[in-house]
């Protein structure tokens, strides 16, 4: 059965929306199909499909994006839209697609890949980790944040893309793995998916510090994204939130997982929810290691560690690398051979090792090397796992985009 892995064109897109609206269950109207379409043509994007016999069995999207990562930005690959025709699924199509789509993400400089999992365990198999959770509140009205004084003021915006991603971007940047958002992604994601209210908080210097998007709809407040830079907004947007009280019966929404409103309220018995959102891959572990933002060594601790790699699917990963982190807190990296691992009179060296998605979870902090470490997920002596500890800095992982 003659399998073919080439990239898409314009003149697959029905071919293609086809295959999504079934393998998703959904159905688009005609506008939005063409809506659709016009997106397909001009999304940074590349595209792949599956061919059996010369038909079309399956697609992969890959999305050009950016992230933020202890305060970094990152090219990332973000993998959308997997789908394959019943008659042609567990057939290896998808493994097919993916390894293509990481040999493209090297070669275009994309060392992260992000993604939604169907199932978390499917991709867990081709080096994808779960990076981030978020934590969902469900708060019955009366026990939402009761009225509270602030020194600034709250403004609904019909529309303000500028303001509200210079807010944004100040705030992606605290966490691991949140999106660097262009104009096109507020218009085509953001405001399509996200319909509603927008509410800015003003402190009392007129400074913009916090926003929120939310809706009200059936007696039930959906808060879709709550963005603060200060403890001063987060308090007057919750404040002001609390004041749809006697229009709902409840509110949702999606906060990281160290957030801690409950605490603050006067009644704290809320549901709060832990789930599992995305899924992260390094694809290049030698550029990604390189531009990563390590805790500088203090005089007289050690600088340097030997990581073991391993990585099925992404081979050019597998290997040794020698970490020599500087004092600004970058790493010189060098791959050497697994049998050169230690010069002739020095001690043996620190060293660990892992496989890419342990890696990849670690470096986004979201386990710590002592708890992979104690899961048998990275292997490596008392000081090795002590040394990771004290050089990934803790920074906590949140995603509010999705894709």
Do not use: C
Not at 9 to 15: L, M, N, P, T, W
Not at 313 to 342: F, R, S
Request: proline fraction near 5%; avoid cysteine.
């Amino acid at each position: 059965m003659p399998i073919e892995i080439r990239e898409l064109e314009a003149s697959h897109f029905d071919e293609g929306m086809e295959l999504s609206q079934f393998a998703f269950q959904f159905t688009m109207t005609p506008e939005e199909k063409e809506k659709a379409r016009e997106r397909y043509k001009h999304e940074p994007a590349v595209r792949w499909g599956a061919f059996v016999d010369g038909k079309y069995a399956a697609n992969l999207t890959l999305l050009t994006l950016h992230t933020y990562v202890g305060g970094k930005r990152f090219a990332v690959g973000g993998v959308a839209g997997v789908a394959t025709w019943p008659e042609y699924r567990r057939q290896g199509l998808v493994a097919e697609l993916l390894r293509t789509s990481l040999l493209h993400m090297k070669e275009q400089g994309q060392t992260l890949s992000y993604l939604a999992p169907f199932a978390i365990g499917f991709y867990r198999k081709f080096g994808w980790e779960l990076y981030t959770d978020n934590k969902r509140y469900k708060i019955e009205a009366a026990l939402m944040p009761k009225r509270e004084d602030y020194a600034g003021r709250i403004e609904r915006l019909s529309d303000n893309i500028p303001l509200l991603n210079e807010l944004y971007n100040a705030y992606a940047r605290r966490y691991n793995g949140m999106l660097e958002r262009t104009e096109a992604w507020w218009t085509d994601r953001v405001k399509r998916r996200k319909p509603g209210q927008t509410a800015v908080y003003y402190g009392g210097d007129q400074a913009p510090q916090g926003y929120v998007l939310y809706d009200v709809k059936q007696k039930e407040l959906k808060i879709h994204e709550f963005v603060t830079l200060t403890e001063e907004a987060a308090r007057a947007l919750w404040s002001y939130l609390g004041q749809h009280d006697s229009m709902i019966e409840r509110a949702e929404a999606v906060v990281p997982v160290d957030d801690r409103l409950a605490f603050l309220l006067p009644n704290p018995r809320i549901k709060q929810e832990i789930e599992p959102y995305f899924m992260a891959r390094i694809v290049d572990a030698e550029a990604f290691l390189s531009q990563y933002a390590f805790t500088e060594a203090q005089e007289g601790e050690p600088s340097s560690i030997l990581i073991e790699l391993t990585d099925e699917h992404a081979p050019w990963n597998a290997g040794v690398y020698k970490l020599d982190i500087q004092t600004d807190g970058t790493a010189k990296v060098v791959k050497i051979p697994k049998a050169d691992t230690t010069a002739s009179g020095e001690k043996e060296p620190l060293r660990i090792h892992t496989d890419i998605g342990s890696l990849t979870a670690m470096l986004h902090s979201y386990m710590r090397p002592s708890e992979l470490n104690r899961h048998g997920r990275v292997a490596g002596d008392e000081s090795s796992i002590r040394f990771l500890e004290a050089r990934i800095p803790v920074k906590t992982p949140f995603l509010i985009d999705f894709f």
